[in-house]
């Protein structure tokens, strides 16, 4: 009866997944949120992290987190297009010489939208979740 108590308890322990896909099911690359660390509404915003794709997340209201979206593998840094108020709002890097591709796991970029009053400028920090 104890083997049976032991085996049952190993079972229950290997059956949780801690691991990626509990993020996005059946998904074996990288997994990347947004969260909208401005004071402006983010319209669109077109994520090209460097491979893998390109994704677009849309309506992020200020302070709000989107759901996991997936990648094959993503940068700590991302070309970005936004579109904030009617405008564009465009961040390019130049390479990605040296980077370390993450080609596993769930991330969020925290995109900062700049302006007093308008949009002017944005910029991203890269969280590792």
Known sequence: ????????LLAAIFACDNSEDSVLPGHDGAALRIT?????????????????GTQIYEDIAPGATTAYLPFDFIYSYAYLEAIVEGDTLVL?????????????????????????????SLS???QED
């Not at 009866?1 to 049952?8: G, H, K, T």
């Not at 909208?36 to 893998?52: C, H, K, M, R």
């Not at 769930?106 to 700049?114: D, E, K």
């Open 92 to 120: 390019q890097p130049f390479d990605y010489v040296g980077a370390t591709a993450y080609d596993s796991g769930a991330y969020t970029y925290l995109v900062q939208i700049s302006g007093d009053t308008a949009p002017e």
């Open 1 to 8: 009866m104890e083997r049976l108590l032991v085996l049952a």
């Open 124 to 126: 991203i920090e890269f």
């Open 36 to 52: 909208n660390n401005s004071d402006f509404v983010i319209a669109a915003l077109e994520v090209t992290p460097g491979g893998g």
